[in-house]
Nanobody
């Protein structure tokens, strides 16, 4: 049984930094792409960042490029999201997502519909 657990959310002020972590168990972590999604109240869920199983390639949604960094440590089954220069519009519940297809490339649309999801962690950025 695959389990995905996020940690590290909280309340910060605009311009500050926050880091999220995620551990995944029940799968060969180093064989699956991993991603962060988020959903703000009244808005659709969106893919924020994704990293391939090897960690070589990453993709980001346009609004976080240059501010967020996704990384992974396959030896620890852990995914990270470093969020710098946070903005109020980054306020959302952030979800860690493990791909359900082994060795596939990152693709937000596909992963949104067929992956393993954590329960989410709230990130709130005050202005």
């Amino acid at each position: 049984q695959v389990q995905v657990v996020e940690s590290g959310g909280g309340l910060v002020q605009a311009g500050e930094t926050l880091s999220l972590s995620c551990t995944a168990s029940g799968l060969t972590f180093g064989s699956y792409a991993m991603a962060w999604f988020r959903q703000a109240p009244g808005k659709e869920r969106e893919g924020v960042a994704c990293i391939t199983y090897s960690g070589i390639s990453t993709i980001y949604t346009e609004s976080v490029k240059g501010r967020f960094t996704i990384s992974r440590d396959n030896s620890k089954n852990t995914l990270y999201l470093q969020m710098n220069t946070l903005k109020p519009e980054d306020t959302a519940k952030y979800y860690c997502v493990a791909d359900s297809r082994k060795n596939y490339a990152c693709q937000f649309q596909r992963m949104a519909g067929s992956s393993y999801w954590g329960q989410g962690t709230q990130v709130t950025v005050s202005s």
